[in-house]
């Protein structure tokens, strides 16, 4: 190889590599549209009403978060509360459970600091259980209130959303007829926009819409599933402070045996 087929292949190579370097920037440059159109392309160009159906799902998101913290067991019926409480209706100790009960923020705790007053001593054969069971139907009919408050803004979402891309769509098909009605022909290049923005906003309208639904329908059945464990809790309270008081009358209708 010659010296001057050498500083030919130099040459060569330096122009490659400063082509490469200076088409660089163009070719970054290129991408960088490609993803702001990809957004443009998905969201907004769905026009305005996009930030309404934004705001939805931020609500969403939202709520589902705050429904998940405040809808636990620890919240409604901890394991720990329920076993002391029973232990101390199974000793008869009404006015000790009353007063754990009402030291507990739970829903478990308030419920029974509200009921176990009605307990009757005077009624050994049941303790007024029916007295203590309308309490605690009217504590769960006042709080199960305010806790459907901000599943039921779940529920909202789920039926302004298909609106709001129902309202875009209408938008859009406005746009649409206004654009033929002074082109005079229906040319789709100047139509797409229009047809676009009607499209986008009823899909993301049915993209909320749907897992507003579900996660309303699941944190319904999760409330309704911790209220009724407190209920059973409830239940086996006053079962067992029934079975200690009439113990004697249990253990007489129980034989011991057949005597030879």
Excluded at 72 to 95: G, Q, S, W, Y
Excluded at 184 to 197: E, F, M
Aim: charged share 15%; hydrophobic share 50%.
């Amino acid at each position: 190889m010659t010296p001057q087929s050498v500083r030919r292949r130099g040459q060569l190579t330096a122009f490659v590599i400063t082509s490469v370097l200076a088409a660089a920037p163009a070719l970054f440059a290129q991408d960088a549209p490609a993803s702001k159109n990809a957004l443009n392309k998905y969201v907004l160009d769905g026009g305005p009403t996009m930030i309404f159906i934004g705001l939805a799902v931020l609500a969403l998101i939202a709520l589902s978060v705050f429904n998940v913290i405040n809808l636990t067991r620890a919240k409604f019926c901890p394991d720990d509360l329920r076993n002391e409480l029973i232990d101390h209706m199974a000793n008869c100790r009404v006015r000790s459970a009353i007063e754990l009960a009402a030291s507990h923020p739970s829903y478990l705790g308030r419920m029974m600091a509200y009921s176990l007053p009605n307990i009757d001593a005077t009624r050994p054969e049941d303790l007024g259980r029916d007295q203590v069971e309308d309490a605690m139907a009217d504590f769960s009919i006042n709080e199960n209130r305010k806790a459907m408050t901000w599943i039921n803004y779940i529920s909202l979402v789920a039926q302004a959303a298909p609106m709001l891309g129902l309202l875009g769509t209408v938008i859009g098909m406005v746009q649409a007829f206004g654009i033929l009605a002074e082109s005079g022909q229906a040319d789709p290049s100047q139509l797409a926009g229009s047809i676009s923005v009607a499209l986008l906003t009823t899909m993301w309208g049915l993209i909320t819409a749907i897992p507003s639904l579900l996660a309303y329908f699941f944190f319904k059945n999760k409330l309704n599933n911790l209220v009724a464990d407190c209920h059973h809790a409830a239940e086996d309270m006053i079962n067992a402070a029934i079975q200690t008081v009439n113990q004697d009358a249990y253990m007489a209708k129980i034989p011991e045996g057949i005597a030879v």
